[in-house]
């Protein structure tokens, strides 16, 4: 996909109504507020990053845009391996004497739990078939497993995490747009509209009647943005018209 920026937007913007480039920053605030609002629920924006751990306490921070995961891992060369989700890891941070977070320190299990005749007379029937039963036990200790805390704004993991980064795939909130950012060329239309209503809204002397016209305009836009991101086909627009026919006595 060919991508445009924040700063083509900006420029195509004053362009249109013929002011300086003196408006660059204005009207690039008001582009930027709308990729914001549309990435809530309209525009998917997917960032990708590599956090480095910090090994006193073993938590990688969380990107000030960050809303929710969709991928977290070790780099592997081309490759991202994934991580395991670990509920059951301590939300609360280890503190020192002087106050500072460290870490809990290498976990242990038993690789026995069980007495030796538990195998032969509990977990095989008369046929020597093996029948489980071995409830609420953990399968073992799962190495390279995290959790992401929101409040602290941290990936938490285990103390047995070895590598000294984590790749994150996360939805961004659009918050950190800049004049690079790249946009769906789709949505090209749908942000002018937006940062020419914002930019009417804030005039000295703003027309009423302009500011409603620019805000219909940018609803129009935005509809129309939706439906070109919408991955409907005309067979699910069919069958979404026959479900809502249904039989009726008629008289």
């Known amino acids: ?50 956090l ?8 990688c921070t969380l990107p000030a845009d960050y809303v929710d995961y969709t991928l977290i891992g070790v780099p592997k060369g081309q490759f991202i391996q994934p991580m395991t989700q670990r509920n059951s890891i301590s939300r609360l941070p280890n503190y020192n004497t002087t106050g500072q977070i460290i870490d809990y320190g290498t976990v242990t299990e038993s690789v026995e739990p069980f007495w030796v005749g538990f195998w032969m007379y509990q977990t095989i029937d008369d046929l020597g078939e093996n029948v489980g039963r071995l409830y609420g036990w953990n399968s073992g200790y799962t190495s390279n497993s995290y959790k992401v805390i929101k409040e602290r704004g941290v990936i938490q993991l285990d103390e047995r995490f070895c590598g000294g980064c984590v790749a994150l795939e996360y939805i961004s909130n659009g918050q950190s747009a800049n004049s690079a950012t790249q946009v769906d060329p789709q949505a090209q239309a749908c942000l002018e509209a937006y940062a020419d209503f914002k930019w009417e809204l804030h005039q000295l002397k703003g027309n009423p009647t302009m500011i409603q016209i620019k805000t219909r305009e940018f609803a129009r836009n ?4 939706r439906a070109r991101l919408a991955d409907y086909t005309l067979e699910d627009i069919r069958n979404a018209a026959h479900r809502s026919y249904k039989l009726s006595i008629k008289n």
Do not use: P
């Not at 480095?52 to 938590?59: E, I, P």
């Not at 935005?222 to 943005?225: A, E, H, I, N, Q």
């Open 222 to 225: 935005w509809r129309l943005l």
């Open 52 to 59: 480095s751990v910090n090994k006193n306490g073993m938590y």
């Open 1 to 50: 996909m060919i991508w445009t920026s924040t700063d083509i937007i900006t420029r195509s913007l004053w362009g249109q109504k013929q002011l300086s480039i003196h408006w660059h920053a204005q009207f690039l605030k008001y582009v930027c507020d709308g990729i914001r609002e549309l990435s809530f629920d309209t525009l998917k924006v997917v960032n990708s990053t590599v």
